[in-house]
């Protein structure tokens, strides 16, 4: 069972940044794709961004590309999610996420199996 526990959510102005941290609690380095969604109040939960296996391929939203970057630390069993230049519409809360991913399906919710608690996420205008 692969425990998910993010931090590094918080209040920033617009234009500011903020990185999140999604540790794991078993080996997913070489067993996962690793994830970020969101999910803003009266919204469904949305895809952020993926990241593969290896670390080598990425994939993002529309919405937050050229903004934030998702990277991971397979030795430390951690993904990370730096995001830059926030904006008010990027407030929500976040939620990491580590799956199988089959069928390149990176912006499905039902490609993955684990899911954090979430980390609220709030940008002032």
């Known amino acids: 069972q692969v425990q998910l526990v993010e931090s590094g959510g918080g209040l920033v102005q617009a234009g500011g940044s903020l990185r999140l941290s999604c540790a794991a609690s078993y080996r997913t380095s070489s067993t996962y794709v690793m994830g970020w969604f969101r999910q803003a109040p009266g919204n469904e939960r949305e895809f952020v961004a993926a990241i593969t296996r290896n670390g080598i391929d990425t994939y993002y939203a529309g919405s937050v590309k050229g903004r934030f970057t998702i990277s991971r630390d397979n030795a430390q069993e951690t993904v990370y999610l730096q995001m830059n230049r926030l904006k008010p519409e990027d407030t929500a809360v976040y939620y990491c996420?580590?799956?199988?991913?089959?069928?390149?399906?990176?912006?499905?919710?039902?490609?993955?199996?684990?899911w954090g608690q979430g980390t609220q996420v709030t940008v002032s205008s």
């Open positions: 996420t580590a799956g199988p991913v089959y069928s390149g399906k990176y912006e499905s919710q039902t490609s993955y199996n684990y």
